[in-house]
């Protein structure tokens, strides 16, 4: 299973964007799709995950201002990304879990990143 990430950019504070995370290959059914981000010098942090049943987690400094949701027909993830300050920007990652529905074994997949840089 491979993953593209896409939609990022450079922004200036206070403003919004949405990054796509889209998974292809064959055979498989992915259960949960994650968001990440790196900064430089710095440990990659979680920010969200959807299950494939619709449940949401959000890491604390993404309540109120990131929303993630998922069209599980194209096995895409979405983050929007709103009031967007200079200290979230990063490298932001996607990964997918999911098995292969040919022989059952479980994979995590992990997208390339797309880099967003949040300034004036």
């Known amino acids: 299973v491979q993953l593209q990430a896409s939609g990022g950019g450079l922004v200036q504070p206070g403003g919004s964007l949405r990054l796509s995370c889209a998974a292809s290959?064959?055979?498989?059914?992915?259960?949960?799709m994650g968001w990440y981000r790196q900064a430089p010098g710095k440990a990659r942090e979680m920010i969200a995950h959807i299950t494939s049943g619709g449940s949401l987690s959000y890491a604390d400094f993404a309540k109120g201002r990131f929303t993630v949701s998922r069209d599980s027909a194209k096995n895409t993830a979405y983050l929007e990304m709103n009031s967007l300050k200079p200290e979230d920007t990063a490298v932001y990652l996607c990964?997918?879990?999911?098995?292969?529905?040919?022989?059952?074994?479980?994979?995590?997949?992990w997208g390339q990143g797309t880099q967003v840089t949040v300034s004036s």
């Open positions: 290959g064959s055979m498989f059914r992915i259960t949960v």
């Open positions: 990964d997918a879990r999911g098995y292969y529905t040919n022989t059952g074994s479980d994979f995590q997949s």
